[in-house]
C-alpha cells in the first residue's frame, strides 16, 4: 500500500535557513501542524520564481516574467521574479511568505506566521497562552521584538553589504538594548523560567530566533578583516542580561530548538573564533 504523502497545512517560501522561519517550526513541532517549506540559499533566491509554487527560473519563466519583475528593497539589489498572484497575495512581497494550503490567503511577517501554525495547532500545550491575559500578553512581546528586528535587520544588511554606518550601529545597540532590558525584567518578575506564564510559550520562541539572527553581528565583517571589529554583544555588559542569556542557552539545548538551529549557531562560533 502506498503511505498518502502527509497534507501540509502552512506552505512557507523563504530562503534557507532562515531563523525567522524557525519560529514556525519550532512552534509546529510542538503544536503538531504539518508544513511544506520551499527555498534555497539566500544566495539563489534570487534566481527563483517567487510563488505560492515558487521554483528555480526556468528559461520558460524568464521570458514569461521578464517585463513584470519588482526591484527588491529589503537585502536585495536585484530585481526579483515575483508573480502577480505572489504579489496579491503578498502586500509587501518578502520572504517569509506563507499560504494556506489553496494558495488563497498569504501570511507574512515572521511572527504572524508562527502564530498561524499555533491556531492550526489549536494552541496544543497552551504555547499561545493559557488565557487571553497571556494571548495578549505574549503578542505584547512580539509586538516589541519588532522594533527590535527591524533595527538589527538593517544592521545585519549593512553588514552584509560591506556599508557599516556608525548611525545604522547605534540604531541597533539601542535597540537591542531595549529589547533585551524587557526579556530580563519579565525574567525577573516571573516565578518561573519563562517569559510569560509558567511554561514556554511564543514569546520564548520569538525571543530564541530574533537573538539568534542577532547573533551572527558577532562575525568580523569581511570589510573589518585583519582589524579588530567590536560587535554589540560583546560590548554589553553581560551581567546586565544574566537571565535572557541564560534562557537563551537553556533553549538552545532543547531537541524542538535544535533541529533547526544547532548548525547554524555552530557555524557563527567557528567564524567567531577564527
Ligand atoms: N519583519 C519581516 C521581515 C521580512 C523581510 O524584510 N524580508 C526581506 C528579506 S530579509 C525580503 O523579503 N525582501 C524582499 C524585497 O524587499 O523585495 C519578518 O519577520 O518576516
Known amino acids: 500500500m502506498v503511505k498518502e504523502k502527509q497534507k501540509f497545512e502552512i506552505r512557507i517560501f523563504s530562503y534557507l535557513p532562515n531563523p525567522r522561519i524557525w519560529k514556525t517550526t519550532i512552534t509546529s513541532r510542538l503544536s503538531g501542524v504539518n508544513l511544506d517549506i520551499i527555498g534555497t540559499s539566500p544566495e539563489s533566491i534570487k534566481d527563483w520564481l517567487w510563488d505560492f509554487n515558487a521554483r528555480k527560473l526556468t528559461k520558460k519563466d524568464i521570458a514569461e516574467f521578464h517585463n513584470n519583475t519588482t526591484q527588491g528593497k529589503m537585502g536585495f539589489a536585484v530585481r526579483l521574479y515575483k508573480t502577480n498572484k505572489f504579489l496579491n497575495t503578498q502586500p509587501f512581497g518578502t520572504v517569509p511568505a506563507a499560504f494556506s494550503p489553496d494558495g488563497e490567503i498569504g501570511i507574512f511577517e515572521s511572527n504572524s506566521i508562527m502564530r498561524l501554525a499555533a491556531r492550526l495547532g489549536e494552541n496544543n500545550n497552551n504555547i499561545y ?127 524542538e530548538f535544535k533541529i533547526d538551529s544547532s548548525e547554524y549557531l555552530k557555524k557563527i562560533e567557528q567564524k567567531i573564533r577564527n
Open 129 to 255: 497562552g493559557k488565557n487571553p491575559y497571556e494571548s495578549s500578553r505574549i503578542d505584547s512581546f512580539l509586538d516589541a521584538s519588532l522594533i527590535f528586528s527591524r533595527a538589527s535587520q538593517k544592521y545585519l544588511l549593512s553588514i552584509n553589504q560591506g556599508q557599516i554606518s556608525s548611525s545604522i550601529k547605534k540604531e541597533a545597540k539601542d535597540a537591542f538594548i531595549t529589547y533585551m532590558s524587557g526579556i530580563e525584567s519579565a525574567l525577573n518578575s516571573n516565578k518561573s523560567s519563562y517569559i510569560v506564564g509558567e511554561q514556554l510559550t511564543l514569546a520564548d520562541i520569538c525571543f530564541f530566533c530574533e537573538y539568534a539572527l542577532f547573533s551572527r553581528e558577532q562575525i568580523t565583517p569581511k570589510s573589518y578583516e585583519g582589524n579588530k571589529w567590536n560587535s554589540i554583544t560583546r560590548s554589553i555588559k553581560k551581567n546586565n542580561f544574566h537571565k535572557s542569556l541564560s534562557h537563551y542557552k537553556q533553549l538552545s539545548g532543547r531537541p
